[in-house]
């Protein structure tokens, strides 16, 4: 539909729209649907248990779509590391073009896959680590407000004055993320300066995401005050979708005397949170969303959400534009 910014020309795609990386989601099925109807797919690497499942997932994605698609490389603060470098060296070996990285000490994945030619897309929450990935080379930032699923930092500032400060301060062409599932969103994004959006709970509530429909209804439900924040105790907090399991869990965080994690880790636990999406069980465990639930209200395919993204985004710069007319003209 005639998007020209930064993002779409160096990535060869046709609407400024990034599906971001998304643990036990972000699988072949929506990262090819994403890219065929325009966007950025993007293919979770953690997702796969080992560097070789990885490659076939690749694989996989390319027999689906011909268009380009990326990788998110989540770098987690964990005592037993994946094998990051091995993770990128498939991303080199299979001719990925572009990378979403994210979390802690990203610097030696990146530098690895920067001597490779690859576009990295870092992805953070504070200014004082986008400028630190700055000095590491990345092509673009996605900067990722407090509105986000997920991992939201220990800062909580919003988009409003998150994406301000990166167009103030930056230097470095970047994507807003957090908070966004319409087309009046890209265009106060693309207003604020950036080159695009990462999406990830809109993505989630989509035909093609690979998760029980009934999590789908679920967010489709919600509204914009069923998150609930955990773990800020350990400086690790995350948005996570408001269920039995998350209040719960937060309630044992206020609680604790210890302090000790280990009373709050069978509440968290990952492997419960999967369930959740092949089970359809909202309150099996925990699984994140971010507060742009409130704006969900269906369960379109990509392509038909991407092109009324574009149609909004559109009529929206329209509507804009006849403010800065004159009266008479009206
Ligand atoms: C279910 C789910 C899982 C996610 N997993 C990851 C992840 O593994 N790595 C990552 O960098 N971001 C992850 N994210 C964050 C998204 O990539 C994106 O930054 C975020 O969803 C943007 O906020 P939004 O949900 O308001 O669009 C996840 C988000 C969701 C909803």
Not at 23 to 37: C, D, H, R, T
Not at 110 to 119: C, E, F, Q, Y
Not at 175 to 198: H, P, R, T, V, Y
């Amino acid at each position: 539909m005639g998007f020209n910014t930064e993002l779409t020309r160096r990535l060869g795609i046709e609407a400024p729209i990034v599906q971001g990386g998304m643990q036990w989601v972000g699988y072949a099925e929506l990262a090819s649907a994403v890219s065929n109807a325009g966007g950025l797919g993007i293919l979770t690497a953690l997702t796969q248990p080992t560097p070789e499942d990885l490659r076939k997932e690749i694989a996989k994605t390319r027999t689906l779509t011909k268009k380009p698609f990326g990788v998110n490389i989540t770098l987690l603060p964990t005592m037993n590391a994946p094998p990051y470098n091995e993770y990128a060296q498939v991303c080199i070996n299979e001719g990925i073009k572009v990378v979403e990285t994210a979390g802690n000490s990203p610097g030696p994945v990146i530098k690895l896959l920067k001597s490779a030619g690859i576009i990295i897309l870092h992805k953070c929450t504070t200014i004082r680590h986008a400028a630190s990935a700055v000095k590491l080379g990345v092509d673009f930032l996605s900067i990722d407000g407090f509105e986000c699923a997920g991992h939201v930092g220990e800062s909580d500032i919003t988009n409003f004055i998150l994406l301000s400060r990166a167009r103030q301060s930056l230097g470095v062409p970047f994507i807003a993320s957090g908070g966004f599932a319409d087309g009046q969103g890209l265009a106060a994004a693309l207003a604020l300066g950036a080159e695009g959006i990462n999406m990830g709970t809109r993505f989630m509530c989509t035909v093609e995401a690979p998760i029980h429909v009934k999590i789908k209804q679920a967010i489709v439900d919600a509204s914009e005050h069923d998150t609930e924040l955990v773990m800020r105790r350990w400086t690790n907090t995350s948005r996570l979708f408001k269920n039995k399991v998350a209040s719960e869990a937060l309630k044992v965080e206020r609680a604790s005397t210890t302090g000790k994690f280990e009373e709050i880790a069978p509440f968290v636990s990952g492997k419960r949170g999967r369930e959740v999406f092949i089970n359809g069980d909202k309150d099996f465990g925990v699984w994140t969303a971010g507060q742009v639930i409130g704006l969900i209200h269906d369960i379109p395919t990509c392509q038909e959400l991407i092109t009324r993204i574009e149609k909004e985004a559109i009529e929206s710069v329209e509507r804009t534009r006849k403010v800065f007319q004159p009266q008479s003209k009206l």
